[in-house]
């Protein structure tokens, strides 16, 4: 569905009728309508879950439009999730600390905006490695972007021994270094090695902070696209590293990963925990994760 679907909503009403969206760009392959349906049906509302293609610039058009047409909320991903900030009236803490929003609930006239990819995260990566995120020296490729700059955020928050920032916009991940700072519990700050660290997206200085590392976290689109090559060039990888791809199904940069001898997992996991944590703030109760988790196989 489209913005234009939403302009003519009114006069072509579905049954049951929309009443939550993710809205992205693109969006055709997002496997949230498929997960957060059965779940929906569990508590025995009769409403649908839609995928809405949003360009962009239209982020703000497109909340206002779906407020009147009495939406509960909206999931938001790629590339919306610092649009979706600006266009709240309030946001919770979690949005605030990581600077943007993938979930959006619609009450009482305003629009409060959360971030459940951080706490999302933290459950993802104890599920998936069984160990907790607080525990490891991570290295964020993306680390700029909607998805990378919240979790470095995350980490930040978690107290992670390193955090190494790592974007192909440079400037971005130097920013995003800097808010972590404010969030990192000052007395870790000091060590012979720096603990926050912004670097380009280069073999070269990757090379020097990867023997460094525990988890890798893959938070740039490429990859979104089968053709898409790897983001890390596979002579990279080592066996002690967890690689983690936030895309949400076997990249290119986990197929070379799992050869390499690394523990591996994909974005479904994350997918799972923040669809959950953003179920949560819509309905007030916690969802059915069997039968969200069943769609995702
Ligand atoms: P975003 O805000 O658009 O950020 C995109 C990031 O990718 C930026 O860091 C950008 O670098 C980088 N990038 C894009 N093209 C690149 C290229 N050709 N070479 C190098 N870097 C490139 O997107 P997002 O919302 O953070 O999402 C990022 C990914 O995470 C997406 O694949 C999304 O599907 C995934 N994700 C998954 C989940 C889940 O539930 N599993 C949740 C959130 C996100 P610049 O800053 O230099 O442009």
Redesign the pocket.
């Known amino acids: 569905m489209t913005l234009d679907h939403l302009k003519t909503w009114a006069d072509q009403p579905l049954d049951p009728p929309a009443r939550l969206a993710v809205i992205g760009d693109p969006v055709r392959h997002s496997k949230s309508p498929a997960m957060m349906q059965p779940a929906i049906d569990a508590l025995g509302h009769s409403l649908q879950y839609v995928a809405l293609q949003v360009a962009e610039g239209a982020v703000a058009t497109c909340i206002d439009l779906m407020r009147q047409a009495d939406f509960l909320g909206t999931n938001v991903?790629?590339?919306h999730?610092?649009a979706a900030l600006e266009a709240c009236d309030e946001l919770d803490e979690s949005a605030r600390q990581l600077g943007a929003v993938?979930t959006i609930l619609f009450q009482d006239g305003l629009t409060y905006g959360f971030n459940t990819?951080g706490p999302?995260y933290v459950r993802a990566i104890r599920e998936d490695f069984q160990i907790d995120l607080r525990d490891l020296r991570v290295l964020i490729l993306?680390?700029?972007?909607?998805?990378?700059a919240a979790l470095a955020r995350q980490c930040a928050l978690e107290g992670c021994e390193r955090i190494v920032l790592a974007?192909?916009?440079l400037e971005?991940a130097e920013a995003v270094a800097r808010d972590c700072r404010t969030l990192y519990r000052s007395e870790h700050l000091e060590g012979p090695m720096d603990r926050i660290l912004a670097i380009p997206?280069e073999d070269l200085p990757l090379r020097e902070q990867l023997e460094f590392t525990d988890l890798v976290i893959q938070?740039?689109?490429?990859?979104?696209k089968p053709t898409d090559p790897s983001?890390l060039s596979p002579s990279l990888l080592s066996p002690h590293l967890l690689v983690s791809d936030?895309?949400?199904r076997d990249t290119k940069l986990l197929r070379a990963a799992h050869q390499a001898g690394c523990r591996i997992a994909n974005?479904?996991t994350?997918?799972l925990h923040?669809g959950a944590l953003a179920f949560t703030h819509w309905f007030g109760q916690e969802p059915d994760l069997r039968a969200m988790r069943a769609c995702l196989t």
Do not use: E
């Open positions: 991903t790629v590339p999730k610092f993938n990819d999302g993306g680390a700029g972007g909607g998805a990378g974007n192909r916009t971005k997206l938070a740039t689109s490429i990859g979104l983001p936030l895309i949400y974005g479904q994350l997918l923040q």
